[in-house]
């Protein structure tokens, strides 16, 4: 859809009647004061709700939406995109199969981007739009995450070896024998001290489902 055929976000939810043309002309009014999109605006306000933006700027944009708020993203899938350049483009993998990548974007439409990460990846790459607001903060949230799972294992593997020591039930028998009967402590095993399963982040709206053509 062409930029002269597309019609305004204010407009589209006039029509959805998601909100009145009093709160539309505030909204504008606003806007020329702050550098947020019009839908992210109006979401953060509470004029409109996540889902009310996201058809809006689904039917404007012709792409199918996402509301992060109900999808729950593997850290490891992070791993094909760094986060200086989720942030610099404003897109995050939500998803990653054999051949393909679902991706959350605030510009659809950038498809310099798209085409950088299907050729560094080497797989094709679907894209839902995002509230702008709301995608930069569980891109921040997710890659935050990650990271303090990345430093808790390097921690984990990282242990004195006193703390070595005292794991092996052999060595910790050894050393118990060597003191006197009155001082000996209970012996208890070891606790893990991280968990194992990878941590995930979870948000709480399902995805708008894909066109029936792609799948």
């Known amino acids: 859809m062409s930029g002269e055929e597309r019609k305004s976000i204010g407009r589209i939810l006039l029509e ?22 019009l839908a992210s ?4 306000q509470g004029v409109i709700t ?5 058809k809006a700027l689904s039917t404007q944009r012709g792409v199918p939406g996402i509301d992060l708020n109900q999808v729950c993203i593997k850290l490891s899938d992070l791993n094909v995109l760094p986060r200086e350049i989720a942030t610099r483009h404003k897109l995050l993998p939500v998803l990653e199969r054999e051949d393909r ?7 659809p439409e950038d498809k310099k981007a798209l085409e950088e990460l299907e050729f560094v990846t080497g797989k094709r790459i679907f894209a839902y739009i995002a509230l702008d607001r709301a995608l930069l903060r569980v891109i921040r949230d997710a890659y935050d995450l990650k990271d303090r799972a990345r430093r808790s294992t390097s921690d984990r593997h990282a242990l004195p070896k006193f ?5 092996s039930p052999r060595r910790l028998r050894l ?13 208890r ?4 001290l991280l ?9 709480s709206l399902r995805p708008c489902p894909p066109p029936s053509g792609r799948r």
Request: hydrophobic residues 40%; proline residues 14%; positive net charge.
């Open 101 to 107: 990548i679902f991706c959350a974007m605030a510009n």
């Open 189 to 192: 095993r070891p606790r893990p």
């Open 16 to 37: 959805q009647k998601a909100l009145s043309p009093a709160q539309l002309d505030a909204a504008l009014a606003q806007q020329k004061k702050s550098a947020l999109p």
């Open 163 to 167: 703390f070595s020591a005292l794991a």
């Open 195 to 203: 968990p194992r399963r990878q941590p995930r982040l979870r948000a």
């Open 41 to 44: 605006q109006l979401t953060e």
């Open 175 to 187: 050393r118990l024998r060597q003191r006197p009967p009155s001082r000996q402590p209970p012996l």
């Open 50 to 54: 996540e889902l009310d933006a996201l």
